[in-house]
């Protein structure tokens, strides 16, 4: 069974750093992308960036392109999103989520599996 | 970069209703596009992808047509947990790059 699997809320204040975590299991991690979904309190969907743990390419949205890193170790099948000076605006639910493999999806393909969300919240 | 747009913003209909949500892409898309349903408090979930077929577990009521720039997601007969906010997202760049709709809210008349 594929599953991703997120690291717990955080509460951090402004000016502080983060790091988030994606753990896959049920697949073979190195061969799907992983990518980040922002959603600010009672607002819609925003992809942030995806990364191929396989090689690290990493891409971003023009939007997040500076204000976040994503990273991966593969050795451990988990996908990273980081923040090294965090504002009050970062407050959100963060998802992790799948591409799905070309083979599944007729080449292009959309996100088949998400992680359960988390929730970051950014106060002084 | 890939403007997608979604109508209505809400559409309140009844249990046992017929549903027709929107979405337009800013250019085309091809048949790249997928609709995702997201319950309060719940991860969104992948029920439509290439425009039109169904993802694994996803009741027939549920049908999307359309390509190029215009999309249509029809669920046929609203049952009480279909309540919920749909996105439609854009999956046809390479390297992969994505954009979601601002969603539309279904709720109960």
């Known amino acids: 069974e594929v599953q991703l699997v997120q690291s717990g809320a955080e509460v951090k204040k402004p000016g502080e750093s983060l790091k988030i975590s994606c753990k896959g299991s049920?697949?073979?991690?190195?061969?799907?992308?992983i990518g980040w979904v922002r959603q600010m309190p009672g607002k819609g969907l925003e992809w942030m960036g995806i990364?191929?743990?396989?090689?690290?390419?990493?891409r971003y949205s023009p939007s997040f392109q500076g204000q976040v890193t994503i990273s991966a170790d593969k050795s451990i099948s988990t996908a990273y999103l980081q923040w090294s000076s965090l504002k009050a605006s970062d407050t959100a639910m963060y998802y992790c989520?799948?591409?799905?493999?070309?083979?599944?999806?007729?080449?292009?393909?959309?996100?088949?599996?998400w992680g359960q969300g988390t929730l970051v919240t950014v106060s002084s | 970069e890939i403007v997608m747009t979604q109508s209505p913003a809400t559409l309140s209909v009844s249990p046992g209703e017929r549903a027709t949500l929107s979405c337009r892409a800013s250019?085309?898309?091809?048949?790249?596009l997928a609709w995702y349903q997201q319950k309060p408090g719940q991860a969104p979930r992948l029920l439509i992808y290439?425009?039109?077929t169904r993802a694994t577990g996803i009741p027939a009521r549920f049908s999307g047509s359309g390509s190029g720039t215009e999309f249509t997601l029809t669920i046929s007969s609203l049952q009480s947990e279909d309540f919920a906010v749909y996105y439609c997202?854009?999956?046809?760049?390479?390297?992969?790059?994505?954009?979601f709709g601002p969603g539309t809210k279904v709720d109960i008349k």
């Open positions: 997202q854009q999956y046809n760049n390479w390297p992969p790059i994505f954009t």
């Open positions: 290439g425009a039109s």
């Open positions: 989520a799948r591409r799905g493999g070309g083979a599944d999806y007729g080449g292009k393909s959309p996100f088949d599996y």
């Open positions: 049920g697949y073979s991690f190195t061969s799907y992308w």
């Open positions: 990364i191929y743990p396989g090689d690290s390419d990493t």
């Open positions: 250019q085309s898309v091809s048949s790249n």
